[in-house]
Structures are given as C-alpha cells and as structure tokens.
C-alpha cells in the first residue's frame, strides 16, 4: 500500500539502526528497574517463566500487528488506524488515546529518567571529590521533592529534544547505534562483576528459583502488563518506527529480535543487582527504591564505588533517553501527519509541553503532593489506556484487516510456515484480546 508522501517519508538507513533504535525504545526503566523488583518480589523463576509465556503468546503477535500497521500505513499511531480503518470516524480513537498515553508517559518517566542524570553527575562529582556518604535514603527523598529535580526533568527533555531534532536517520537511529552497543558492554561489565560477588549464588537463586506458590492471578496479570510496557507496545510505538521501515524488512524476524533482546537485558539487570544486594545483606524486596537507595547504598560500601555508581546510572540514562525518544517520537510524528507541522516546531512543542507536565509530576514528591500528577498519569497510562491500546490493535488487525493483510506484510515471499502465521492470527483475534481484557479488569481493582 502506497500514500502521496510515501516517498518523502523518512527511513531507516541499516538494519542494524534500526534494529539498534527499536531496541533502544523496548530497553528502558522497565527492564533495569522495575523488572529485577518485580521478578524478585513475585516468585523469581516462576515469573520469569510466565512472562516469557507471555512474550511468546502475546507479545510477538502484538509486535507483528504493529510493524505491519506502521509499514503499511506509513503513517503514525492515528494516521495508521485512519488510513488502514476505512471509515476514518470509527478507527480514529485508538490513535487519539495513544496520543494522551504518550504525553502522559513522557510526563512522568522524564522525571525518572531525569533522577539518573542527578545521580549520574553526583558519582562523578565523588570521583573526584571524596565526601562522607551522608543519609541515602533522606537525600533521595529531599532531592525528589526539590526544585533540583524540576531543573534536570527540563535538562533531559532538551536533550531529548535536540535527539528529535536531528531527525529519523541522523537523530534517533544515530544515537541509538553508538548508545546501544555502550549499554550492552556497561550491561556485560557489571554482569561479571556482579558474578564475582560472594553472594552471587544466593542472588541467582533469589531470582531464578521458581517458587510457584507465589503465582496469583495478580501476579501472572502483572507478569503481562510488564510485558506490554517492557516492550513498548499498545501505544503506536512500534507503529511509528515501523512507518519508518524499508519494505523489504522482515517483520516478524525483527519482532523475534525485539523479543529476545528485550527479555535478555530485563534477566541481565537481575543478575546483576540481585547478586549485589545479597553479598551486602540488603533486602531484596524493597521495590521501587531498590535502584536509587539499595544500589547506592551498596556503591558507597565497595573500593571504587563512585566509578561503579557513575557507570550504573549511565546505563540507566541511556536505558531511559532512549525509551523517552521513542515515547516522543509517536506525537512528533502525529503532529507531522495530521497538521503538517514541520518537524522542529512539533519538537519545540514537544519539548515544552514535556518540561511543563514532567515538572508538574516532579512537584508531585514535593509541593503538589495534594495532585499527585505522577501516580494520576502513571496509573491511567499504564493500567487503563495501554491495555486498551493493545487490545484495539490485536482486534482491528485480526479482525479488521484480516489474514490477508497480515499475509501480505509478514509473509511477503512465503517462506513462513503456514502454521506459524495461523498461530500469530489466532493470538491476534482470540488470545491478546482475551488476556489484555484480563490484565484491564484486574488492573483497575
Ligand atoms: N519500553 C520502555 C521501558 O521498558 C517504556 C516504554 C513504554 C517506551 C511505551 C515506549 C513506549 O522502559
């Protein structure tokens, strides 16, 4: 399928990019900071074992649908469900929720994101400048609550913003083909260092062993909500890049890639802090703060500790700059297609419109604690409209579009097999719809 601006519209320039920059979006806070805490809490290898299940069932499917949206349509998240829909008045309202899920994850993981750059300047500062450690948990909580904490949120967005700016080839996929490999090799490093530690076994075993009696209904649920996020789907992310696709890239290879690369960097992250946080008789449940008040607490016990805590919080930075360019890059692009705006003034605006509400969710730990924008966005994004997202595009692709569109964008030349496709057309129709209508109802309780 071809559109007037198909040949203006931006590419990838390799695979490799683009397989660098995809990639780069699915790795983020969810795989370094939120997968090893809930892994940990929620029954260590079991969940590991239903969260792969759920990659497997759902997540690849869900993939597929959206690079043969994006590819298709060559359009973003709205202009694919319209062009793709037919009837432009019933399809379009996935595409506006995705928007509002989009500003609404750009607000409050910036101001995470925006916790590693203050962190990361913090342990450089140390470097070269000794000082007593001071109470961990305190400065965290006086940081998050302060204008400090507004100022980076600002810092990050402007950066995320001048990675917009250089466009699809010389800003996102750019920098994501030199930050990418810098993660994996920081990922590697901590790995054997993390191995090396005395508490390693203990750490491994903490999240490997699958202690099947934690596995509640909640928990296999939340098992797949991790899944969507970690993987950034249900909100035309995935649409967007693959709008910029060539037309001879393989879908569902490059779905399996996704998957599998994703899945890696969530267990690495758990090899490595699990390791550490048993060699130093620290509790691994601690949850959310278990990245900004354990893993500090543990730099600042070993000889070298502000290196280490330097290099931790650069991976994190990239991890989220990374994400956060992908999550802005769905509204850049839907600005493009529905206003014709240029792309440096959709950027402008993305910019000031991220500043504005990530401040606001900023202030959320400090003096808007009475709003709470942070959790209010954080909850209707993840637990309300990506599920929603996911489920419309499983159904409009199974259902709307059919096998025969889906044929034609996975399996242009036929060499898939047959059971194969009839497996990703099955999850489309029956099983993501199924269970992503589970996750919705047992997500809102
Ligand atoms: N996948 C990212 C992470 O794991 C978050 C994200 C969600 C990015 C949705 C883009 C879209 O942190």
């Avoid at 600005?335 to 240029?342: A, S, V």
Wanted: proline share 5%.
């Amino acid at each position: 399928m071809t559109s007037k601006n198909h040949s203006k519209r931006a590419q990838f320039g390799s695979r490799l990019g683009l397989v660098a920059t995809t990639v780069g979006s699915a790795v983020g806070l969810g795989n370094i900071w939120r997968f090893p805490y809930e892994a940990g809490t929620h029954g260590g290898g079991a969940f590991l074992l239903c969260y792969i299940f759920f990659v497997i069932l759902i997540g690849i499917p869900v993939i597929c649908a959206e690079f043969a949206m994006g590819r298709a349509s060559r359009s973003g998240v709205v202009g694919a469900y319209i062009k793709l829909g037919g009837n432009p008045r019933r399809w379009a309202w996935p595409g506006y929720a995705a928007i509002l899920a989009a500003a609404m994850i750009i607000a409050f993981y910036s101001v995470v994101s925006s916790w590693t750059m203050e962190y990361m300047v913090h342990s450089t500062v140390h470097i070269f400048n000794p000082q007593p450690t001071g109470n961990i948990h305190n400065d965290f909580a006086q940081f998050i609550a302060g204008p400090k904490a507004v100022i980076w949120v600002a810092v990050f967005m402007l950066i995320n913003g001048g990675v917009l700016l250089g466009g699809v080839q010389k800003g996102l996929e750019r920098v994501s083909s030199i930050l990418m490999p810098v993660l994996f090799l920081i990922l590697l490093v901590f790995c054997v260092n993390s191995l090396l530690m005395p508490g390693a076994s203990e750490g491994l075993s903490f999240l490997f062993h699958p202690d099947f009696s934690k596995l509640t209904p909640s928990v296999i649920l939340g098992a797949m909500g991790q899944a969507f996020f970690s993987m950034s789907l249900g909100m035309g992310c995935l649409i967007t890049y693959a709008s910029y696709f060539k037309d001879d890239t393989p879908l569902l290879r490059t779905a399996g890639e996704i998957a599998l690369l994703d899945t890696l960097v969530a267990i690495l992250a758990g090899v490595i802090i699990f390791p550490a946080v048993f060699s130093f008789g620290m509790s691994p449940a601690e949850g959310p703060t278990l990245v900004f008040e354990v893993l500090p607490n543990i730099f600042s016990r070993i000889p070298g500790g502000d290196v280490w805590s330097a290099l931790f919080f650069l991976l994190l930075f990239v991890a989220s700059l990374t994400s956060l360019m992908s999550v802005s890059e769905i509204v850049v692009s839907f600005l493009g297609d529905e206003f014709r705006m240029k792309r440096r003034t959709a950027v402008l605006w993305i910019t000031g419109i991220g500043i504005i509400l990530g401040s606001l969710c900023s202030l959320s730990f400090g003096p808007l604690k009475s709003w709470n924008l942070f959790n209010i966005f954080d909850y209707i994004s993840s637990n309300i409209l990506l599920p929603l997202g996911g489920m419309a595009t499983s159904y409009f692709v199974g259902w709307t579009l059919k096998k025969k569109f889906i044929a034609a964008q996975i399996n242009p030349n036929g060499k898939i097999p047959a059971w194969l496709l009839s497996g990703i057309i099955i999850s489309l129709r029956y099983i993501a719809p199924a269970c992503i209508l589970a996750v919705f109802i047992a997500g809102l309780f």
